[in-house]
């Protein structure tokens, strides 16, 4: 039995919190080994003081997140791949031969669908966007007016190519307490939103950013010319299916050659991921795009023991990871091995995709090529909305921002599900329990793309997911609620389903 | 002789600005044709009733912009390269064996000087800063005021990939006024400053960014990735000897192998550009780096006739373009021939490179090809201070701002010089009519890394010019006047020579 020293402040509220903290922390510091046995919840709270309801809370937190490992009779045990430091390039010692999770036929060539779907860019309208009327416009303002105050001139300069170090402190610790992130400002790198991150990851990992400075020198770079240059690497790169589809063309040019990966009920199917044979996975563990789907923690487990014994990296999207509704947000992934997972997130659903404001929490030499990288394509992020956003967050005002909008948005989805349960009862919806939008899968003889545009026209962010698969699926449509006003909800989705039944 | 129709606003004011803006745009829509003579000057201001040193005024801006050629006892003509149209894609159906403008030998491909100085990254405070401490922050605190309270919520979405609409409109008719550019707001794309710029032109010329939209389909990606990717082109990219050496890296990672053009007293030598066989050229023509150097109307004739017979393109980094000191700017090259020169430009120097914000006008497929690849590398950039820069500009506070630096920095030049010929006249001084920086040429003797030093620590900003070289050249240093107060010019320079003949 583990000999655990929590310390719990009951003044300062929050104990099931500081509790998973705790543990959590032992386990990735090794004080709890991958396999030691926790004391049962009744006893733990009894010398604790506390009700074993507060106790149980923080086990199943870290069950979600995968740290721990729960079994009826068996009691409860940390995780096998919790603690588990390995090298991040190349293959670890594991050999990769070992029993996979599940064994499935790896996906047919050949897609059902067959048409190329020539669709706009980025600045359509997107399902998922947040609520931008809600932008904090005054304490934004505020927010810039404290940091033009203050600034010293020379922050005016070329900035930290990393990011401003006073972003990454506040970040580090924001990822760390809300995302329960193992994150320190130095592994963190400021970048232009989740797509930057993501293209720069994707190209450090197929052997595309430099490991090192070239000197800044005439003379070397004209003598250099002489010399033929090796064409830049490729990476095998699974992606979810189904997955985002706007992403694809940025991860090709990255680097990315893709291969799908099914997701089911519990998320990604990690056996037929290692059937591909792929260096690396692209994932949305928080909530599935376009599923919803959260990641369980029996395949987070497995990705862990997957990516440990093959060498391959976890790149995470830490998709809608803002506003989980029913319970607590799960961890992300990269707390459970910073090791093997690039964590990348953005304000663009918690504040506005207009700020292009993200970051990668990445192994220090990743960090270190992507740092480099920036040198060499545009010099870093602006500093100024950097040091907004610290400020922002120092002052609480993110958190703030962050609770109104999940009560409000928790309050659409409750509108929104219950009209389309009243109205359009044939719809199955999924993937409700977080996030901006939810999957609405149609009955198998309805078309998607028709109805995606009836829903348009009737005011409802509706998009096919057809593009979105490579394996085929029943007819479905991402449907975003981040916009939809409560008290309109009912009339709104009552229109639909009349127009939808003429 | 042509006959011109000029219009003149005398309540206006700058007449001069005027005739020269009438004639520019006369020999850009072919109502002046190549070769076309002029009215001489005081035939011209007695048609148009104004004093002759008005309209020779207007022809000398012209003349050293490369519209007009003057010569003694032949008149004013319009130059042959200044209205030439010519596809942008391929040579020009000119064959490219014409005369040479100065033939020479190319230089050697060994250098004299080997060693690789592996210095830091760009954060290093540099010579060329613009006074931070004069960022205009109340001025930029009420655009953004204004700019917050009447943005619409959608503006804070994704934005439109080659930049906010309302600053390419203002941006534009500055670049037009200020500059002498032929740009419309659909051929300027927003970037992230002067290297962004730099970086994706390079890699758009080496046929490395898209040139139409890929599908956003799961399906499309994955098929696709069976198939081989051909490696990514590369380009033989000339560049000025001594050039920047902090952007070196990057243009290689760009796709560029560089080739070495000298520079002389008139700028950039076109015959040994020629002889380089070099598809592209990047150019600082407004204040060369580091030389300071102008570039002269003859080589800028000579540049688009080069450019134009080959099919090359010319970059033209609009680098100090700001701040002319003893004479109107000279417009950039790229009003000269939009179809064959790419204009890049930032607000690093004019405002703060922090503020990571800068253009590209460029012809219509280039110009394409960049806002596709930014939504496959970075959405795009951020669009609030994109919306408050377009305030500035605006308001009129932008002009303001730059007229007070003008004043500003020319009063440090002119302190600063004056100190150097006191203290120090075993330095010869170059490039001193435009900019931030000078060059001070040694003494043959000197040891340029150390005068360096010796300088830095005397608070002066000064950079060696030996790894900025690549044929050689005298012991030379880039010093930076921008933060020097006027009334400590004299003892700083003082010390720093006392220190020297110790």
Chains 1, 2 share one sequence.
């Not at 505020?142 to 006073?166: F, I, K």
């Not at 109805?451 to 005011?459: D, I, L, N, P, S």
Request: glycine content about 10%.
């Amino acid at each position: 039995m583990a000999d655990l020293h929590i310390v719990v402040d009951r003044a300062a509220g929050g104990v099931a919190a500081q509790i998973a903290r705790e543990l959590r922390e032992a386990v990735r510091r090794g004080r709890l080994a991958a396999g030691a046995r926790l004391p049962a919840s009744r006893e733990l709270a009894r010398d604790l003081g506390l009700s074993r309801g507060v106790v149980v809370e923080a086990y199943e937190q870290l069950v979600a997140e995968g740290f721990l490992i729960s079994r009826i009779g068996a009691g409860t045990t940390v995780a096998p791949a919790a603690s588990r430091p390995a090298p991040f390039d190349g293959p670890s010692p594991t050999p990769p031969g070992r029993p996979r999770a599940k064994a499935r036929t790896p996906r047919a060539q050949e897609s059902v669908r067959g048409e190329e779907s020539g669709r706009g860019p980025y600045r359509e309208r997107r399902s998922t966007a947040p609520d931008l009327g809600a932008f904090p416009r005054q304490r934004w303002l505020a927010s810039m007016r404290r940091t033009l105050a203050t600034l010293p001139a020379e922050a005016l300069n070329y900035g930290d190519l990393g990011g401003v170090p006073a972003l990454r402190e506040e970040l580090a610790a924001y990822l760390g307490r809300v995302r329960a992130a193992d994150v320190s400002p130095d592994n963190l790198v400021i970048v232009g939103g989740v797509a930057q991150g993501v293209s720069l990851t994707v190209q450090a990992l197929a052997g595309r950013l430099p490991r090192a400075g070239s000197p800044h020198d005439l003379g070397w770079f004209v003598r250099r010319a002489a010399n033929p240059v090796p064409p830049p690497g490729r990476i095998r790169l699974a992606v979810e299916d189904p997955a985002g589809a706007r992403q694809l063309p940025l991860l090709h040019a990255a680097g990315a050659d893709l291969v799908a990966v099914p997701v089911d009920g519990e998320g990604v199917d990690v056996g037929a991921l290692a059937a591909t044979g792929a260096r690396a996975v692209l994932l949305t563990p928080a909530h599935q795009y376009p599923t919803g789907v959260v990641l369980s923690p029996r395949r987070r487990a497995e990705l862990i023991e997957w990516a440990v014994a093959t060498g391959a990296a976890i790149l995470e999207d830490d998709y809608d990871a803002e506003f989980r509704f029913d319970r607590d947000p799960v961890g992300c992934l990269q707390g459970l091995a910073a090791d093997r997972v690039i964590l990348i997130g953005s304000v663009s659903k918690s504040l506005a995709p207009g700020l292009r404001l993200g970051w990668v929490a990445a192994p220090p030499e990743i960090a270190g090529s992507l740092r480099l990288a920036r040198g060499e394509l545009d010099l870093g992020s602006p500093v100024l909305e950097q040091y907004v956003l610290a400020d922002f967050i120092t002052t609480g005002d993110y958190d703030r921002h962050l609770r109104r909008m999940r009560r409000e948005y928790r309050a659409r989805r409750d509108a929104f599900t219950l009209a389309l349960g009243e109205h359009l009862p044939e719809i199955t919806v999924w993937g409700v329990s977080a996030g901006l939008h939810l999957l609405a899968e149609l009955p198998r003889d309805w078309d998607e793309v028709a109805v995606a545009e009836t829903a348009q026209e009737y005011g409802l962010a509706a998009e096919p997911v057809g593009p979105m698969r490579y394996a085929p699926g029943p007819p479905a449509l991402v449907m975003g609620f981040a916009r939809l006003p409560v008290h309109r909800a009912d009339a709104m989705v009552g229109a639909l389903a009349d127009a939808l039944r003429r």
